[in-house]
């Protein structure tokens, strides 16, 4: 089993940019694929973006050209980038992986999830 531990999220001004962080421990993060979701207020958690163990991404339509996906395997992290954030960005943020080398959308997919990390991005 893996163990993870999203960081980094905060409050920041529309516009602005911030880097998660999913630290992965007990495996190696790069076995996995691993996808980001996010849960705003009063809606269902929705996939935004994610990484394959070969390294192949895929994005969310809202998020195209604002948000990247990373990985660094001896860190045995992976990093989500957000820029030209925007007040509708604002949610709960998790990370989640997967031994299957693809990328669902569907949360029950994935077998391993982090405690989520709060995102509000102010207008």
């Known amino acids: 089993q893996v163990q993870l531990v999203e960081s980094g999220g905060g409050l920041v001004q529309a516009g602005g940019s911030l880097r998660l962080s999913c630290a992965a421990s007990g495996r190696a993060i790069s076995t996995y694929a691993v996808g980001w979701f996010r849960k705003a207020a009063g809606k269902e958690r929705e996939y935004v973006i994610g990484i394959r163990s070969g390294g192949s991404t895929n994005y969310a339509e809202s998020v195209k050209g604002r948000f990247t996906i990373s990985r660094h395997n001896v860190k045995n992290t992976v990093f989500l980038q957000m820029n030209s954030l925007k007040p509708e960005d604002t949610a709960v943020y998790y990370c989640?992986?997967?031994?299957?080398?693809?990328?669902?959308?569907?949360?029950?997919?994935?077998?391993?999830w982090g405690q989520g990390t709060q995102v509000t991005v102010s207008s």
């Open positions: 989640a992986a997967r031994f299957l080398d693809s990328l669902p959308q569907r949360p029950y997919e994935y077998d391993y």
